[in-house]
């Protein structure tokens, strides 16, 4: 059997199918490939397209772009008459089988045969993803501007991050995920604001995501990743008038300092009992020790030795904790 040649272009018109009453002919077959409804362009991981056909030798080994002068298909010539089987495999640029499917066809003349290749166990799907977050101030649905949100974070599995607009989350359709394996993985969401300071999560939500053949639409309601604290403090034999600035710093288990060797300034009398209290509502959960320090106009350090615990729970805040410490010369 000689080699079947290749038309890189030929009009669906040309094909037409019909069946003369003085054959069987000889034809052309003019394969039109989807991959579970899908184009080409709408699954660019598929590079090229596999035929195989038993007992016939096809040029460039029966392998082909998945597009062909725009064209998702391609026209195999000069077939006798009879019946043939077929294999078509979708491929990656590695060879991988992503998408598969086989069948028959009849020939008796020129021919179409249209295939939807249906994914292998290999093939990647990917998702809309959208998120929400808690009620806020009295609104049910806040906004990433009124969440103070500018990233979301989005990580499948163990892979990297992918890090989205928050504002593009809350838009139909949503961001569009990494490519991955049809199947159930985990899906971590962390959502950070972008001021000076803070590098960790103001929301987080670990949850799952199960993808299909076609794309899904998965919506997720992230969660408090932070709590609060209202910091206040008195002074002993010393006032505001002469220790200006208070700076408040709370320090970790391991010695790590949330506002680094400096601390966080405050003007004293805003935190300063009864009427004072420094809100801390955007903390990273975990036990603390609160430190404050000031140093007075005449050179004396203020320190709050020994520094009082502090437990910061996710959406635990400043309304509901509160913790008071006396400065010392």
Not at 169 to 192: E, F
Not at 292 to 317: D, E, K, W
């Amino acid at each position: 059997m000689n080699t079947k040649t290749v038309a890189l272009f030929l009009s669906l018109a040309s094909l037409s199918g019909c069946v003369s009453s003085n054959g069987p002919y000889s034809g052309d077959i003019q394969f039109t490939w989807t991959f579970t409804g899908l184009t080409c362009s709408q699954v660019p991981q598929v590079t090229s397209v596999a035929i195989d056909i038993p007992g016939e030798v096809l040029q460039n080994n029966g392998v082909y772009p998945c597009l062909t002068n725009n064209y998702p298909g391609i026209v195999l010539h000069d077939f006798v008459p009879g019946t043939y089987s077929f294999t078509i495999q979708g491929l990656n640029a590695s060879g991988t089988v992503l998408y598969a499917a086989s069948g028959s066809f009849y020939v008796d003349g020129s021919i179409p045969v249209s295939v939807d290749l249906q994914p292998t166990a290999a093939a990647p799907s990917y998702a809309y993803l959208t998120w929400s977050f808690p009620p806020l101030s009295g609104n049910p649905t806040p906004s990433c501007a009124q969440a103070r949100i500018d990233v979301v974070d989005v990580t499948i599995d163990q892979g990297p991050p992918t890090r989205y607009a928050c504002q593009d989350g809350q838009t139909q359709p949503g961001v569009v995920s990494v490519p991955m394996s049809i199947g159930t993985h985990t899906i971590t969401l962390a959502a950070s604001s972008a001021e000076v300071g803070h590098g960790y999560p103001y929301y987080k939500l670990v949850s799952t995501l199960t993808t299909r053949a076609t794309p899904i639409s998965a919506a997720y309601l992230l969660r408090w990743a932070v709590g609060g604290v209202a910091v206040q403090w008195s002074i002993s034999l010393g006032d505001c008038t002469t220790i200006p600035t208070i700076y408040v710093n709370f320090q970790d288990s391991f010695g790590n300092l949330l506002y680094g060797p400096s601390g966080n300034p405050q003007a004293c009398t805003d935190g300063l009992f009864p009427g004072g209290a420094i809100l801390y509502d955007y903390l990273p959960p975990g036990s603390y020790f609160l430190t404050l320090q000031g140093l007075s106009t005449g050179g004396t350090l203020y320190t709050n030795a020994p520094p009082p615990p502090v437990t910061i729970t996710p959406s635990v805040f400043s309304g509901s904790l509160g913790v008071r410490s006396t400065l010392h010369p």
